[in-house]
């Protein structure tokens, strides 16, 4: 099991713009692709965006592609997520994940076998 923790968010105007970070702990980082998941109240939790464990390998979901960016260092043991361009819509809890794999085979949460405990997101329209 690898140990999650989020933090990052907060209150921001739409078109604003939050880095959420994900630092990791217990077993090596740098064995596990990695990924941003959200929930936004009513609603399922839904993929944002994915990386492979070296980095050179990202995906996202069509809702934040060109807005979000997801990266990593694994000397730091911890993932990013940049948010930009905010918009009421992106409001939600958003959680860190460790995949299965060093590879991002699936998208689904079920790919995915560390969650940290979230952190909340709020844009203000």
């Known amino acids: 099991q690898v140990q999650l923790v989020e933090s990052g968010g907060g209150l921001v105007q739409a078109g604003g713009s939050l880095r959420l970070s994900c630092a990791a702990s217990g077993r090596t980082f740098s064995n596990y692709a990695m990924g941003w998941f959200r929930q936004a109240p009513g609603k399922e939790r839904e993929f944002v965006a994915a990386?492979?464990?070296?980095?050179?390998?990202?995906s996202y979901a069509d809702s934040v592609k060109g807005r979000f960016t997801i990266s990593r260092v694994n000397a730091k043991n911890t993932v990013y997520l940049q948010m930009n361009s905010l918009k009421p819509e992106d409001t939600a809890v958003y959680y860190c994940?460790?995949?299965?794999?060093?590879?991002?085979?699936?998208?689904?949460?079920?790919?995915?076998?560390?969650w940290g405990q979230g952190t909340q997101v709020t844009v203000s329209s």
């Open positions: 994940a460790a995949h299965r794999a060093p590879v991002v085979y699936t998208t689904a949460p079920s790919g995915f076998g560390s």
């Open positions: 990386i492979s464990w070296s980095g050179s390998s990202t």
